[in-house]
């Protein structure tokens, strides 16, 4: 038996309507530009819900999207609602994770599918976790393909070189699991581009060294560790030590 309920919605511009729990969550910056962004190409997709008395159960960051570009807020009235209904909406609500955002632009409905193919054939055969995985393939060094991963415009730089890196990668980590991670991986990527580089010389002086890595707190670190410790560190002619002019 299905039944049909009448609930209240509108449009405004009338943003002094609107208020706010002082125990809801702190705004966002980040999170209201983001959404903003993807409202300005997309529109509102999903209504604020409000209570009878105007205070906003969920869509706070919405209305201060559509408040900066002055826009109007869609909204919808749920009556008796409370902050109660505003912690269990926090709770209860799933954000779309990577596999979910792979499935989707996946779809051969999706004019960039392809990219997305690849990512999921791409992880099947190395294992490698979700970030080194877009790391190996966007070969971006900002935020690996992050952002256009979840947006659908995610590109593969270069599938033939990202097996052949990954395949590189995979025999490092077999010598030792702390470069299973991105921070490593992109800097084993920075170090590829130097001149004289070679990854014989680079795997046999880690299997020597690897003692000497050191805990790293983000690429550049990586890259330091990688070259005054491993590589360079007894390196014995004809071998050339390598100079980090470049990253």
């Known amino acids: 038996m299905t ?11 009338d943003y002094s309507m609107f208020k706010f729990f002082d ?17 300005n190409k997309e529109g509102q997709l999903e209504r604020v819900i409000v209570n009878e008395n105007w205070f906003v159960i969920d869509g706070q960051h919405r209305i201060e999207a559509r408040m900066m570009d002055n826009k109007p807020v869609q909204f919808r009235i749920k009556r008796g609602a409370t902050m109660r209904d505003v912690t269990a909406l926090n709770n209860t609500g799933k954000k779309w994770n990577n596999k979910g955002w792979q499935r989707n632009y996946s779809h051969k409905e999706h004019p960039n599918h392809t990219p997305y193919r690849q990512y999921a054939e791409f992880m099947k055969t190395h294992g490698f976790p979700e970030t080194v995985c877009m ?8 935020d690996y393909g992050r952002k256009a991963f979840k ?28 470069l299973n991670v991105l921070k490593a991986v992109l800097a084993f990527l920075k170090l590829k581009k ?31 560790v990688y070259l005054n410790e491993i590589y360079n560190h007894n ?3 004809p071998h050339i030590r390598l100079v980090n002019r470049f990253i």
């Not at 125990?23 to 409202?39: A, F, G, Q, T, Y």
């Not at 790391?135 to 900002?142: A, I, Q, T």
């Not at 995610?154 to 077999?174: E, M, P, S, T, W």
């Not at 795997?203 to 690429?219: A, F, P, S």
């Open 23 to 39: 125990r809801n969550r702190i705004i966002s910056k980040n999170h209201v530009e983001e959404l903003r962004m993807d409202m």
């Open 135 to 142: 790391g190996l393939l966007s070969e971006d060094f900002h």
């Open 235 to 237: 390196l014995k002619k």
């Open 151 to 178: 947006a659908g415009t995610f590109k593969v730089c270069n599938i033939d070189r990202a097996n052949a890196n990954a395949k590189q990668v995979g025999q490092l980590i077999a010598l030792d699991p702390r």
């Open 194 to 224: 130097l001149t004289n580089f070679k990854f014989d010389v680079f795997k046999t002086q880690l299997e020597k060294n690897k003692k000497r890595l050191t805990k790293c707190n983000n690429v550049a670190d990586w890259v330091d």
């Open 3 to 13: 039944t049909y309920a009448t609930e209240k919605v509108g449009t405004t511009k």
